[in-house]
């Protein structure tokens, strides 16, 4: 009984972190922004310009949802015209490499 409870609080941690994987990783752009940030902050129109394709919206609330989860950060400086630069949180740093390994896939279906 005491090792079927000790499974079953593993098998809900497990699936408690891949929950939390795909609410990171989930939507089209979300991984884009996460590269795009990579080791150093960006403004908004920079990241706006490295991945065109994305509408303003969209971008919008794709750094939102990734400032609220705690993948990025979002600093606000109080200048005029006002400047807002993002950056990935410690914790965003690690998914990095992650993301970094993911490419391979790409390039392996990139080959002739």
Do not use: H
């Not at 593993?10 to 991984?31: P, V």
């Not at 706006?48 to 990734?66: C, F, G, N, T, Y």
């Amino acid at each position: 009984m005491n090792k079927q409870l000790t499974t079953q609080k593993n098998i809900d941690a497990t699936q408690l972190a891949l929950k939390k994987t795909l609410d990171i990783i989930c939507g089209k752009w979300r991984l884009y922004i996460i590269y795009q940030l990579g080791t150093e902050a960006r403004r908004y129109g920079e990241l706006r310009r490295m991945i065109p394709d994305v509408s303003e919206k969209v971008l919008i609330q794709e750094l939102k949802a990734l400032v609220s989860l705690g993948v990025i950060e979002k600093k606000a400086f109080n200048e005029v015209p006002p400047r807002v630069e993002y950056s990935l949180t410690a914790k965003g740093q690690k998914v990095l490499p992650t993301l970094l390994d993911l490419t391979s896939i790409g390039e392996t279906f990139l080959e002739p």
